[in-house]
């Protein structure tokens, strides 16, 4: 479809980009300004950010009810403490992604379900910034509020969860589960580690 976003859509974007030794990462940032060639766009200072120029890059673009992708050129990227500056070239077209932005991709990390004096140790069997699905050893009772604590390299997610159901398929046990009140930090933790798998897969892919 033809890029017919104005300002007022947009909530905010995520730009996937590579670093200089082409390990993917993902800035979320607002556009401060929305023009027929050029988008201008903002995220709060955390880092010095060494990115090679210009790249091509996939941007996306979060509405209130639904989600657009699109590849597009990096073209200039401006530390200035508070804030990190971007310039891209508009895109000419989008493709719709979905109608929520949390897609589910599967990995296989730690994870530490606690409830009720118990504390299992469980491996995810897949992800996204909403939920979670985990691999148990054992059918067991799981009550409705649990807490989940995801053992990603450098830091931790901790967050409650709502139990959600219990299936078993290919002889694999999968319990899923609601994040509750999960803060924005830990969502965008996810969603980087969420980008960061399909990036590898991908790479692995093509070798």
Not at 130 to 145: A, F, H, M, T, Y
Not at 155 to 177: C, L
Request: proline letters at 3%; glycine letters at 2%.
């Amino acid at each position: 479809m033809k890029f017919n976003l104005n300002l007022e859509n947009i909530n905010y974007i995520k730009i996937v980009y590579n670093d200089s030794d082409g390990v993917g990462h993902y800035a979320k940032a607002v556009i401060k300004r929305l023009g027929e060639k050029e988008i201008f766009a903002c995220m709060k200072y955390e880092k010095e950010l060494r990115v090679p120029l210009p790249q091509e890059v996939s941007i996306s673009f979060a509405c209130d009810n639904a989600l657009y992708s699109a590849k597009t050129t990096l073209k200039l990227v401006e530390n200035e403490d508070p804030y990190v500056y971007f310039t891209l070239n508009t895109p000419q077209e989008l493709e719709y992604q979905q109608n929520r932005e949390y897609f589910r991709v599967k990995m296989e990390e730690d994870v530490l379900l606690s409830f009720a004096g118990t504390v299992m140790p469980c491996k995810i069997y897949d992800i996204s910034a909403n939920g979670i699905r985990l691999k148990l050893d054992k059918d067991i009772k799981i009550p409705e509020n649990v807490m989940i604590d995801i053992l990603f390299s450098p830091k931790n997610v901790k967050t409650k969860a709502r139990f959600i159901r219990t299936d078993k398929e290919d002889g694999i046990i999968k319990a899923s589960f609601t994040f509750v009140n999960i803060s924005e930090s830990s969502r965008d933790i996810i969603s980087q580690k969420c980008i960061q798998k399909q990036l590898n897969d991908r790479r692995r892919a093509l070798m």
